[in-house]
């Protein structure tokens, strides 16, 4: 028997360099069509043309550290000294000078703590301790009032503290609320349904500024003779309120995707309502609501700003409130986009943080 000949290993030939690697997705995300290529085209002229000027405008040609007006004036690129003079006034709005440490720490043990409930490691019932006892804490270092801390009112804060007080809180006891309204909406009782529906149509039928001019407004008309909520709280329950609106409808639109089979299946196991929803429907729903949710949180942190009108001293008033000093009044631009830059950074995290969310929780559907 004559023996084969095994033919030897041939080396894997490399696929064409416009199949893979960078060139290919050029080709395939920004010229696969006609219209494509020109936005492409357009936008890299923009780029060319405007982005040197941009960059010296921002570093080159820029006034760093701290400087006078009249360095700035003599200067060609942004005043950057403008922030460095007024970021504590910017970030800590009215509060009193000398006592801004605290509201910085307050900043920080928020940060901190937000960051912190984002990991899975920390998701136990010890997490909501923590969070008692460091909103405690936080109320404490902003108040004062004990412990030799002189007595701070609410009307003196401001800033960045407002913003994250207003959204944090905002959404946090928002949603709760909204998944009671939505699934109240979608209830075979009919009272419950009516007043879930009613609550949820006439919110969102009105924007966030008639709101807030009704809380400020018309919620003292309805106190007892002597009683008033100060204006911040005011303005967190009018947030709270519109966020739970909106986000019922989401908790809803993830409820409707759910299958029916899902629904038959907890019946079939002989769970009640409650436990089917809490064990069964809505940990499915969330997940698939958690980039319509996130949206919501982020627009209810830049909404905050809307509380400018009813004179509360957010991140933007605060912002304003810098520009009326009169040697620094020219420097708007460089004013804003440093509040553009905080309010990003804090978009840009809890957006990234939502598609790491989306990825954990989603480790199981994908194969």
């Not at 010890?126 to 902003?142: E, G, H, Q």
């Not at 609501?289 to 830049?302: A, E, Q």
């Amino acid at each position: 028997m004559t023996a084969q000949t095994i033919p030897e290993k041939t080396a894997a030939e490399r696929p064409p360099a416009a199949t893979v690697g960078p060139i290919a997705w050029i080709r395939g995300n920004l010229f696969n069509t006609w219209y494509n290529a020109l936005i492409t085209v357009a936008i890299a002229w923009a780029l060319i043309s405007w982005l040197p000027g941009l960059i010296d405008w921002a570093f080159v040609d820029a006034v760093w550290g701290r400087a006078a007006p009249e360095a700035c004036k003599a200067a060609e690129g942004a005043c950057w000294a403008f922030i460095r003079e007024k970021y504590r006034l910017i970030l800590f709005g009215t509060y009193p000078y000398e006592e801004q440490w605290r509201p910085l720490a307050s900043i920080l043990i928020f940060v901190t703590l937000v960051a912190a409930s984002g990991y899975r490691k920390f998701w136990s019932r010890k997490l909501v301790y923590v969070w008692i006892a460091a909103l405690l804490l936080i109320c404490l270092l902003m108040w004062g009032g004990v412990f030799g801390l002189p007595l701070v009112e609410t009307r003196l804060w401001g800033g960045l503290m407002i913003t994250l007080v207003l959204s944090v809180f905002g959404c946090g006891i928002a949603f709760p609320i909204a998944v009671l309204l939505a699934l109240g909406r979608r209830s075979n009782l009919p009272i419950i349904k009516a007043l879930s529906v009613t609550y949820i149509e006439l919110i969102r039928g009105v924007p966030l500024v008639t709101l807030l001019f009704m809380a400020s407004v018309m919620i003292p008309l309805f106190l007892p003779e002597g009683l008033n909520i100060n204006k911040l709280l005011r303005a967190q329950i009018a947030i709270i309120m519109f966020a739970a609106a909106y986000l019922a409808e989401v908790v809803r639109g993830g409820l409707q995707a759910i299958p029916k089979g899902q629904y038959e299946a907890a019946d079939a196991l002989g769970l009640g309502y409650w436990q089917k929803m809490r064990l069964i429907i809505l940990p499915q729903a969330l997940k698939i609501s958690i980039p319509s949710t996130v949206n919501s949180f982020l627009s209810t942190l830049k909404d905050t700003s809307l509380v400018v009108i009813i004179g509360i001293f957010d991140l933007m008033l605060a912002t304003r409130a810098a520009l009326n000093d009169a040697p620094w009044r020219t420097y708007f631009a460089e004013a804003y986009v440093f509040a553009a830059l905080v309010y990003f950074v804090f978009c840009f995290a809890i957006s990234r943080y939502s598609q790491w969310l989306e990825r954990y929780l989603g480790r199981g559907a994908h194969r």
